[in-house]
């Protein structure tokens, strides 16, 4: 079977999943990255005492910040289908004051082993542009959520990448070139809104944010350089253009020049009364 090319479809069948944990531990701390999912946490919003779900929880970085919203009379429960993310998460957060606050389960997101209206709010934060079909994943998300709670998911948007470089032509080929063969839906962030109504979700409201890098940081480092080796992977660009393109960026950062950012999209429904009667 040949492998999907988004290795966020199956962590654990990757060469270094550890890598993997390591990377969102290090986009997690990443000033703009705090502040955007932060800010889609108030946004929900969520409050203490809740009891919340995130669908896709990687290595616990969103889990960790709601058992701080949810205070030491909510539960937090990270949900994810790689067991060797939900073994780093565990880890991961014993360091965590309110630790005890949070429980770790290998799960689909399409399946969720769940009792229905279970939550007060499911959440799934950069997660379903790597599923293969985000509208049963939201659906789940919508039966374990009570009526009357939340449903909130959190996306980037592949189409919105700008990055400053003197080849224009060349840029374009590579990111656009890796993100329509890597995501079923590079668009995903955009199409948010439309797909919780899709599910009968209610309310549903957009908030959208920014992610902005000028000094080339580890986390856009990171993400520029595998965008470069996914080019050449995937036959868009040969060996010596990508390494060509990544010395443009890194010459603009020299120069003080170099400006990173792209769209994230957060959307948020409220699941009607009626919704648990119908089914
Ligand atoms: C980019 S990571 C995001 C992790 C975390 N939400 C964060 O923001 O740090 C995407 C996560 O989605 C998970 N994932 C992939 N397919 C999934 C599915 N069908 N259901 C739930 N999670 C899934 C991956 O295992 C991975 O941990």
């Given amino acids: 079977m040949i492998a999907h090319p988004d290795p966020w479809r199956n962590i654990d069948g ?8 390591q990377s969102l531990e290090v986009r997690g701390r990443t000033p703009s990255q705090v502040r955007l999912r932060r800010r889609f946490l108030r946004f929900v919003p969520v409050r203490a005492g809740q009891r919340v779900l995130e669908v896709g929880c990687g290595s616990g970085v969103v889990v960790r910040d709601l058992a701080t919203l949810v205070g030491p009379r909510g539960e937090v429960v990270g949900v994810d289908p790689s067991r060797s993310m939900v073994d780093a998460a565990r880890a991961l957060a014993r360091a965590h004051a309110l630790r005890g606050r949070m429980r770790w389960r290998v799960a689909s997101g399409a399946s ?12 799934a934060i950069t997660v379903l542009l790597h599923v293969a ?55 995903s962030g955009r199409r948010l809104p439309a797909l919780l109504r899709t599910v009968g979700l209610e309310d549903v409201r957009l908030l959208t944010d920014v992610f902005q890098d000028t000094t080339l940081e580890p986390f856009a480092k990171t993400f520029l350089e595998r965008r470069a080796a996914n080019a050449v992977t995937f036959g868009i660009v040969d ?4 390494q060509r393109w990544l010395d443009g960026l890194t010459g603009l950062v020299a120069r003080g020049d170099f400006v990173l950012t792209f769209n994230y999209y957060g959307a948020v429904g409220v699941k009607p009364a009626a919704a648990s009667r119908r089914r």
């Fill in 14 to 21: 990757q060469a270094k999943p550890a890598q993997m944990a």
């Fill in 112 to 123: 969720l082993p769940f009792a229905s209206g279970r939550f007060d709010a499911a959440l």
């Fill in 133 to 187: 079909d985000p509208e049963a994943v939201v659906r789940e998300m919508a039966r374990v959520t009570r009526p009357g709670g939340r449903v909130g998911v959190q996306d980037q948007d592949f189409g919105t990448v700008v990055v400053t470089h003197p080849d224009r032509t060349l840029t374009e080929r590579i990111l656009w070139g890796v993100a329509s063969h890597m995501y079923e839906e590079p668009h």
């Fill in 239 to 242: 060996a010596p253009a990508a």
